[in-house]
């Protein structure tokens, strides 16, 4: 038996459930992790005059939006950390550790004095919060990504791994549908004093909910692959750097197009076509609420046509859709067409997320898979994904916005192209079987057999 599979004999009822049970404890955690990390940017209209001198509304979005890519810029690193405590000391560590420093994180911006109290340490200690749960999210993405793709049963991979994106998308439906659940009971001023600080200490409390649910999961890495000489290792990495160029350049499309039409599209709705907040919130529930629906739906698809195909699918309809979407969505003044539109480009956008942990996984070997996932993805993702905001706020700034519709066609047209050149993962990668759950007890049965079938008579 390899260190990643075990016959290829259909699963029992029992294992079948156990490996659904082990999607939704790791899927937790990833809820957890995401609704912190973006209850900062859909609370960000509110608590931006908190931290930074007073200015122009565009001017103090463009600092909140600073700090958030700088909490990308973290993720590399924590990419490489987590894929690394993956790969050596097993996936279940890992992920443990990463949602425990989320809820160190959310609580420190809970509890942070303002720039009226402590002046220019306020958005200072903020930038260093931000840091810290972009470590955590860095880590948090590669290992529950490599987790899923290993507990998803083999042919409905594509389906049960889409529940990363369901329940990273459930993290940002949860933070928008607080918001608004405060925007109904709260007034404007009581939500600029105080009120923001409410949904970053549910998201500390969440992440202690998530730790303990995740302390009961099965671990899918094996004590054969996690003792290689190179496991976690960038060595060991870069005997894959053509994987892992690949998942850079086109995870630079994929977060880009994902982060303008989730996260920046609430300001995009406010700040340029004139919304209002708790309209453009309501907008932006219902998208995301169909977006998560539509995550099993591609996933599914992709077993069914196949990754590469459903990578072609989304980098060419984002390449030609993107522009005339972004365009139309200026001077929309119908809340209802808003959300068809803001639908119809989330809808592009699926055939990537639905699969987007699982092609990663499909890439590389199980000594390395943690950190080639995290890695890969953090580099684009924290250079094209966490800058999104700020460059569409710059240019905005610049009185060129229509320049960031075509920066993201652009970066499209480059994931059509490696998607053209690369070969299909769910055919020629490295996941190919059932991975074993526990492969370490499935071992010990293995040689406790080749014991009794060698033992002299």
């Given at each position: 038996?390899?260190?990643?599979?075990?016959?290829?004999?259909?699963?029992?009822?029992?294992?079948?459930?156990?490996?659904?049970?082990?999607?939704?404890?790791?899927?937790?955690?990833?809820?957890?992790?995401?609704?912190?990390?973006?209850?900062?940017?859909?609370?960000?209209?509110?608590?931006?005059?908190?931290?930074?001198?007073?200015?122009?509304?565009?001017?103090?979005?463009?600092?909140?939006?600073?700090?958030?890519?700088?909490?990308?810029?973290?993720?590399?690193?924590?990419?490489?950390?987590?894929?690394?405590?993956?790969?050596?000391?097993?996936?279940?560590?890992?992920?443990?550790?990463?949602?425990l420093m989320m809820c160190g994180g959310s609580l420190a911006v809970a509890v942070m004095p303002t720039y009226a109290t402590i002046g220019?340490?306020?958005?200072?200690?903020?930038?260093?919060?931000?840091?810290?749960?972009?470590?955590?999210?860095?880590?948090?993405?590669?290992?529950?990504a490599t987790y899923m793709s290993e507990v998803a049963p083999n042919g409905r991979r594509g389906f049960f791994a889409s529940f990363q994106y369901v329940t990273l998308i459930g993290g940002q439906l949860l933070a928008v549908l607080v918001l608004f659940g405060m925007q109904q009971w709260l007034t404007k001023a009581e939500l600029m004093a105080w009120g923001w600080r409410v949904p970053f200490v549910l998201g500390a409390v969440g992440a202690l909910v998530a730790m303990y649910l995740r302390s009961s999961l099965a671990e899918t890495s094996s004590a054969g692959a996690r003792k290689k000489k190179d496991a976690g290792t960038l060595k060991g990495l870069l005997q894959h750097k053509r994987a892992?160029?690949?998942?850079?350049?086109?995870?630079?499309?994929?977060?880009?197009?994902?982060?303008?039409?989730?996260?920046?599209?609430?300001?995009?709705?406010?700040?340029?076509?004139?919304?209002?907040?708790?309209?453009?919130?309501?907008?932006?529930?219902?998208?995301?609420?169909?977006?998560?629906?539509?995550?099993?739906?591609f996933g599914a698809i992709s077993d069914k046509i196949g990754r590469r195909n459903s990578m072609l699918c989304f980098a060419f309809f984002g390449m030609v859709g993107t522009f005339p979407i972004l365009h139309f969505l200026k001077d929309v003044s119908s809340p209802g067409v808003a959300m068809a539109l803001a639908i119809l480009a989330l809808t592009i956008v699926s055939f990537y997320t639905s699969i987007s942990g699982l092609i990663k996984a499909e890439m590389f070997p199980p000594e390395v898979r943690a950190l080639g996932v995290g890695l890969s993805y953090a580099v684009g993702n924290a250079i094209f994904g966490g800058s999104a905001e700020f460059v569409a706020l710059s240019l905005k700034s610049a009185?060129?916005?229509?320049?960031?519709?075509?920066?993201?066609?652009?970066?499209?047209?480059?994931?059509?192209?490696i998607s053209l050149r690369m070969p299909d993962p769910q055919r020629d990668g490295h996941l190919k079987g059932d991975v074993a759950m526990n492969p370490d007890e499935h071992q010990g049965e293995a040689d406790a057999a080749a014991g009794k079938l060698h033992k002299p008579a």
């Amino acid at each position: 038996m390899s260190d990643t599979t075990q016959a290829s004999t259909p699963l029992s009822a029992a294992e079948y459930r156990k490996r659904i049970f082990a999607i939704l404890g790791a899927s937790s955690g990833n809820l957890v992790e995401w609704f912190d990390f973006y209850v900062y940017s859909f609370c960000a209209i509110y608590f931006a005059p908190a931290f930074f001198p007073k200015g122009d509304p565009t001017s103090q979005l463009l600092n909140t939006a600073g700090v958030f890519a700088a909490g990308f810029l973290m993720r590399p690193i924590g990419g490489w950390l987590f894929g690394r405590i993956a790969d050596k000391h097993g996936r279940k560590t890992s992920m443990l550790i990463s949602v425990l420093m989320m809820c160190g994180g959310s609580l420190a911006v809970a509890v942070m004095p303002t720039y009226a109290t402590i002046g220019a340490w306020a958005p200072a200690l903020l930038l260093l919060a931000r840091l810290f749960q972009g470590l955590s999210v860095g880590g948090e993405y590669g290992t529950s990504a490599t987790y899923m793709s290993e507990v998803a049963p083999n042919g409905r991979r594509g389906f049960f791994a889409s529940f990363q994106y369901v329940t990273l998308i459930g993290g940002q439906l949860l933070a928008v549908l607080v918001l608004f659940g405060m925007q109904q009971w709260l007034t404007k001023a009581e939500l600029m004093a105080w009120g923001w600080r409410v949904p970053f200490v549910l998201g500390a409390v969440g992440a202690l909910v998530a730790m303990y649910l995740r302390s009961s999961l099965a671990e899918t890495s094996s004590a054969g692959a996690r003792k290689k000489k190179d496991a976690g290792t960038l060595k060991g990495l870069l005997q894959h750097k053509r994987a892992f160029l690949n998942v850079v350049g086109f995870t630079a499309g994929g977060s880009l197009m994902f982060y303008t039409f989730t996260t920046y599209m609430q300001k995009y709705l406010v700040n340029t076509a004139g919304m209002d907040p708790k309209v453009a919130n309501g907008v932006m529930t219902g998208a995301l609420f169909v977006y998560m629906i539509l995550q099993p739906i591609f996933g599914a698809i992709s077993d069914k046509i196949g990754r590469r195909n459903s990578m072609l699918c989304f980098a060419f309809f984002g390449m030609v859709g993107t522009f005339p979407i972004l365009h139309f969505l200026k001077d929309v003044s119908s809340p209802g067409v808003a959300m068809a539109l803001a639908i119809l480009a989330l809808t592009i956008v699926s055939f990537y997320t639905s699969i987007s942990g699982l092609i990663k996984a499909e890439m590389f070997p199980p000594e390395v898979r943690a950190l080639g996932v995290g890695l890969s993805y953090a580099v684009g993702n924290a250079i094209f994904g966490g800058s999104a905001e700020f460059v569409a706020l710059s240019l905005k700034s610049a009185g060129i916005e229509s320049a960031f519709y075509w920066y993201v066609s652009a970066l499209c047209l480059v994931a059509l192209i490696i998607s053209l050149r690369m070969p299909d993962p769910q055919r020629d990668g490295h996941l190919k079987g059932d991975v074993a759950m526990n492969p370490d007890e499935h071992q010990g049965e293995a040689d406790a057999a080749a014991g009794k079938l060698h033992k002299p008579a």
